[in-house]
């Protein structure tokens, strides 16, 4: 043995296990589908989902690249800590390890790029309306209108409309848009004043409702339930107040819905809300609308 006790071959000092680990764990992550959150949420849409999918895969990267350089360092100052007086030998460059540690992280921001760029097209994909007669699949449309401090949900085709203010509606949050479970749901959505935002938290989506521009996106929701959304762009006095929800129910019961709705000409939502078949009678609240919102404790 050298006086240092040292192999000088680099290949055995690679513990076999940190070798299995380190190509394994993406494997085995991928291969049982085993997607960590890391506090976030699953998706209860199929877009949502491949949110979630690249946000769990970029966690689990950084991580692991996180952990390899962690545990470099730690190698490396043990490894090479000072044992004696003497000068270490001294040079300027080692060309191999330089393009190495250059081309290793163009790599690893490469290949997130190239999964960040499928999953935006994934989550921007929208159907054409006509794929209905096409594929057999349906398409519901539904029409958002964001406004001064509320949502509007109307369903072309089907004289259904639900207009809401802030937070009345079921449960005290604003207006609810009714859509099926397993069918695509394309929203087109406008504002009718400022710019707000639609955002609902259990789908990882979120999208800006522009004056004067038209959004179309797809929504495909995979779990019944119900989700709460708001408006994500500071747009007003009652902006913090401005709620809806999403309920997602089997496609039997959306068409019940969707008849009953149509033939009562109003979405029954309970009392105290807005909605009717009619467009909301001003962008901005009339003195009538106004009262739930005056200012707490100031009658
Ligand atoms: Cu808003």
């Not at 997607?35 to 991580?63: C, E, V």
């Not at 959004?215 to 994500?232: E, I, S």
């Not at 909605?275 to 707490?296: E, G, L, M, V, W």
Request: hydrophobic content about 40%; overall charge neutral.
């Amino acid at each position: 043995m050298t006086p240092s006790g040292r192999d000088p071959s680099p290949r055995h000092r690679w513990p076999r296990w940190a070798t299995a680990l380190a190509l394994g764990a993406p494997l085995v992550l991928a291969g049982c589908n085993a997607y960590p959150t890391y506090g976030a949420n699953r998706g209860a849409t199929k877009q949502g989902q491949d949110t979630f999918k690249l946000y769990s895969g970029m966690m689990t990267t950084g991580i692991i690249i996180g952990g390899l350089v962690g545990l470099l360092i730690l190698w490396t100052l043990f490894r090479y800590r000072k044992r004696s007086d003497e000068m270490p030998r001294q040079f300027h460059e080692n060309i191999p390890i330089e393009v190495l540690y250059t081309a290793i992280p163009i790599l690893i921001v490469a290949v997130l790029f190239v999964f960040t760029v499928l999953t935006e097209n994934n989550v921007d994909a929208t159907v054409p309306s006509t794929v209905t007669a096409a594929t057999g699949k349906p398409v519901v449309n539904v029409k958002v209108t964001a406004f001064q401090w509320g949502w509007r949900f109307d369903y072309p085709g089907h004289d259904v409309a639900i207009a809401g203010e802030t937070t009345n509606g079921p449960g005290g949050h604003g207006p609810q848009m009714v859509v099926p479970v397993g069918e695509t749901v394309q929203v087109t959505l406008v504002s009718n004043d400022v710019i707000h935002g639609f955002y609902v938290h259990d789908f990882n989506f979120s999208r800006y409702a522009l004056p004067g521009v038209t959004n179309v996106f797809d929504l495909n929701v995979v779990r019944a339930g119900t989700y709460d959304g708001q408006c994500t762009q500071i747009c007003g006095l009652y902006h913090s107040e401005m709620l809806f929800s999403v309920k997602a129910v089997n496609p039997p019961a959306f068409a019940t819905w969707l008849a009953k709705e149509a033939g009562t000409g109003n979405a029954a939502l309970g009392a105290g809300n807005s909605a009717s078949n009619t467009p909301p009678a001003a962008t901005h609240p009339t003195p009538a609308q106004s009262t739930p919102f005056a200012p707490k404790g100031t009658t």
